[in-house]
């Protein structure tokens, strides 16, 4: 068990329950703490040598809520854990990193642009990348992926067709594109008034 | 050494297996949309329209034949993932390692077939990875 490691644990020493697993995949240890412990867990990884803080970032995880993830390592990169914690979907908010790690401003600032998520005590969640005035949180899974509502998909046509068929022949649909995102509901015709019904 | 624009004069030397632009074997291609249809991007474009293949015969049968119209790939929206090459039946695409071709409209990014047709003069090299170098001590974990 790596030091780092080691310092988790005995940080959750009295409490097991609030450290929720502890998993080594292909080299990279991942270490998933309740969300409330998200400081003491830093601190502790702090004082026993992962200095460096490389990155902080989230991922959406649907009904779950969100993931938050910090990669913390040593400055020789010796030893290296990746910080794990999950957020409610409603509400996201979790205890700013800054206080530990300084530079995790710069990360929590474009997680907070990218998914919602409050870190409290961070007061300059500004927006970062994203043009002025745009409004949504473009890296949850909900968010409407502008450029698949406009454009039309290339390969609705069939071989021999230069232009989309107008008939009303069953058109293909764009795969990995969420029922509703698309101008015309490829639903069949029957399917609303079936729904009006219910 | 770099131009006066600040344009090194020499581009960088790189591996003849590297994926730099994608180029199409017109012949090979049958408008069969599996490409289009497959690419992540939406990025690849195909108009087609069908002819019909008198018989060669007596007796025989006329044919149908797609003629592809036009067949274009933006490679401002590209991101070189290749699944277009690979789900390609015909082989009518594959990599070249030519990487020059920057322009200063994202709109004149799109090639159109007469273009990607010439991409094919350099093919990438096949074969196995290139050796890894161990990781760096420092970098590496």
Redesign the interface.
Known sequence: MSALVRAVREVFADDVDDLLDVATDFGSTTIHVDSGRWTDSLEALAAAGATYFDFLTAYDELENGFCVIAHLSTPDASDHVLLRTLLARDLPAIATATSVYRGAAWHERETHEMFGIDFIGNDHLEPLLLPDGFSGTPLRKDFVLASRVVKDWPGAKEPGESQEPTTSRRRNLPPGVPQGWLREESTPPNAGSRHDKA | MTRPDGVPAQGPVVSPRVHGVIALVEENC????LC?????D?????????ETVPATTPGGRDR?T?VL??FAIDFSLCMYCGICIEVCPFDALHWSPESDYSEGSLLDLTHERTRLSGWRATPAADGPSDVREPPD?????
Do not use: F, K, N, Q
């Open positions: 049958t408008s069969c949309m289009a249809r497959e690419c992540p939406w990025c690849l474009y195909i108009e087609s329209h069908t149908s797609h119209d036009r001590p420092v970098s590496g974990s």
